[in-house]
């Protein structure tokens, strides 16, 4: 049974950077084609990627955000960690991070209950 | 980048109808493209893969079709638990883009 869970601030200063932590169980990111991404949705707007990182380390970024973000894994402690350098207050979302499958096509199938982090002085 | 676009952005619809969304991709993604079902304060739901294959678990009411550019979302009769957002992906290759979502209204 694949789970994920998010944390970390739900308040943030604007220009603080925010780390996010995915925690996640069902699944290891030493298996090849596997990867664990970062989605987030502004309150009453529509999803939008930011990151994923898979098994083999590859990394990929949403290109408007890729200079504030960092995405790495802990495969012992089955982790994966977001980082966004400053932040604004146009950041305000709830994120979520998300178990992409081995497979062809990239989508994600099994997702993190989601933590809202508001960015605001 | 691939931009996606679903229409319409709002479907008002009733108990038992036949609903189809529209997704429209700006260049050829095959058929590597995805739904995901939104309900209000909960977690995107995947609710098919690769234009056409549901995902474990969801109900046969729903299915995919289309390929290279132009793909659809059809519920073939409307349920309760299907008043939610709809949300397509693009899955063909990085960066990731979803449609802006389409909400089944009662």
């Known amino acids: 049974q694949i789970t994920l869970k998010e944390s970390g601030p739900t308040l943030v200063k604007p220009t603080q950077t925010l780390t996010l932590t995915c925690s996640f169980s069902?699944?290891?990111?030493?298996?090849?084609?596997?990867?664990v991404g970062w989605i987030r949705q502004p309150p009453g707007k529509a999803l939008e990627w930011l990151a994923l990182?898979?098994?083999?380390?590859?990394?990929h970024y949403s290109p408007s955000l890729k200079s504030r973000l960092t995405i790495t894994k802990d495969t012992s402690k089955n982790q994966v960690v977001l980082t966004m350098a400053n932040v604004d207050p146009v950041d305000t979302a709830t994120y979520y991070c998300?178990?992409?499958?081995?497979?062809?096509?990239?989508?994600?199938?099994?997702w993190g209950q989601g933590t809202l982090v508001t960015v605001s002085s | 980048d691939i931009q996606m676009t679903q229409a319409p952005s709002f479907v008002s619809a009733s108990v038992g109808d036949r609903v189809t969304i529209t997704c429209r991709a700006s260049q050829h993604i095959s058929s590597w493209l995805v739904w995901y079902q939104q309900k209000p304060g909960k977690v995107p739901k995947l609710l098919i893969y690769d234009t056409s294959n549901l995902q474990s678990g969801v109900p046969s009411r729903f299915s995919g079709s289309g390929s290279g550019t132009y793909f659809t979302l059809t519920i073939s009769s409307l349920q309760p638990e299907d008043f939610a957002t709809y949300y397509c992906?693009?899955?063909?290759?990085?960066?990731?883009?979803f449609g802006g979502g389409t909400k089944v209204e009662i």
């Open positions: 069902g699944f290891s990111l030493t298996t090849p084609g596997v990867g």
């Open positions: 990182i898979y098994s083999n380390d590859d990394e």
């Open positions: 992906q693009q899955a063909n290759s990085f960066p990731l883009i």
């Open positions: 998300a178990h992409e499958p081995a497979s062809r096509g990239i989508f994600f199938d099994y």
